[in-house]
């Protein structure tokens, strides 16, 4: 295949200006890395945050390219590169942080060991859909809690990217899952496989109800703030409590009571670091193990957004207005 010389990228020159849609050089590929033309274009929170300059621990050095998730074809490979051909369909999350160019552009040098095969009955606009929130969420049961069958798993914000993946990864390992959310999100709490929890009902409550009053084995919480000072006094004794944003100021007697532990995710480390970028590509090839076994879908708006409108889809997630993932077709 052959290389184009120049791309169109949307570039971000200000926090919280416009991107610009502008003709840039198509990039080079070092030995491990290899040429992504880029078809999809997951749309994050974290992006948005980005965009505004209001991520200290997610700084991305301007003028930059934005977007961290991706799905395409393989156009190039480098000469180190043995896992992947040209043509091969590939997602994962690959940059749009710490000076790593993004995915809102024609084409990514992507580290190749960031990448998986795409699942092969999932179009691109879905595929794009799964990185961060499918690592995110593995990372917390599986790497971080140890998921095992017939655990007991509350994951809080059920209806949210990486709740709804979180639900599914719990059910296919066999858990008994229960997730909490608004009354408008039961439907798609319990559409996933979930027991849904009304966010509004007290701690003890629900503890009580379905528990027993002994408590979960596992608490994910995906929320923050005041949801995880909920999740340590639903964990029950030696019991874990995963979060993904562990902002704030927290007690942690109620956690040290119950013997059980805590730890966080911070799933952008190896983009920023270069270290543990093998196993987000491993993490990613669960991803497609599950979807193509029918134990993973994602939510996906259906809404189309395409490099010129990519702030339509920024001004969505900002009034939390976003029904599912975005993606942009690129």
């Known amino acids: ?119 092969a009955n999932l179009s691109m606009r879905e595929a794009a859909a799964l990185p961060l929130i499918f690592i995110t969420a593995w990372e917390g049961l599986i ?13 809080h914000g059920g209806a949210g990217g990486v709740g709804h993946v979180a639900i599914q990864i719990a059910r296919a390992f066999r858990a008994d ?34 528990t027993g009053g002994r408590g979960f084995d596992i608490v994910y919480d995906t929320v923050g703030g005041k949801v995880l000072d909920a999740s340590f006094a639903a964990v029950r004794r030696f019991g874990h409590v995963v979060s993904a944003l562990g902002w704030g100021t927290h007690a942690l007697a109620p956690l040290s009571f119950r013997a059980a532990t805590y730890s966080g995710v911070f799933t952008l480390l190896p983009l920023l670091t270069g270290e543990g970028r093998a196993h987000h590509g491993e993490i990613m090839s669960e991803a497609t193990r599950l979807v193509e076994d029918g134990k993973l879908v994602p939510l996906v708006d259906a809404r189309r957004f395409t490099l010129e409108s990519v702030g339509e889809a920024y001004a969505l997630i900002r009034d939390h207005a976003a029904k599912g993932k975005l993606v942009v077709d690129v």
Do not use: W
């Not at 992006?47 to 209001?54: F, L, P, Q, R, V």
């Not at 790497?143 to 994951?155: N, W």
């Not at 009902?201 to 009580?208: D, G, I, K, L, W």
């Open 143 to 155: 790497d971080r809690a140890s998921l095992k069958a017939g655990q007991k798993v509350l994951i």
């Open 1 to 119: 295949m052959t290389r184009p010389s120049t791309m169109r990228a949307a570039i971000l020159e200000a926090h919280n200006a416009p991107l610009r849609l502008s003709t840039i050089s198509t990039p080079a590929i070092g030995p491990r890395e290899v040429l992504v033309r880029v078809r999809t274009s997951g749309v994050n929170p974290l992006d948005t945050k980005i965009h505004a300059g209001s991520a200290a621990h997610a700084r991305h050095p301007l003028p930059a390219i934005l977007g961290l998730d991706l799905a395409g074809v393989i156009e190039q490979i480098g000469r180190d590169v043995s896992r992947f051909k040209p043509g091969d369909e590939v997602y994962g999350m690959t940059g749009g942080v710490g000076g790593v160019p993004g995915s809102l552009a024609e084409y990514a040098a992507v580290d190749a060991d960031l990448l998986a095969p795409k699942p």
């Open 177 to 210: 899952v229960f997730a909490t959310g608004s009354a408008s999100q039961r439907a798609t709490i319990e559409g996933f496989g979930a027991v849904f929890i009304d966010r509004d009902t007290s701690v003890e409550a629900y503890v009580a109800e379905h």
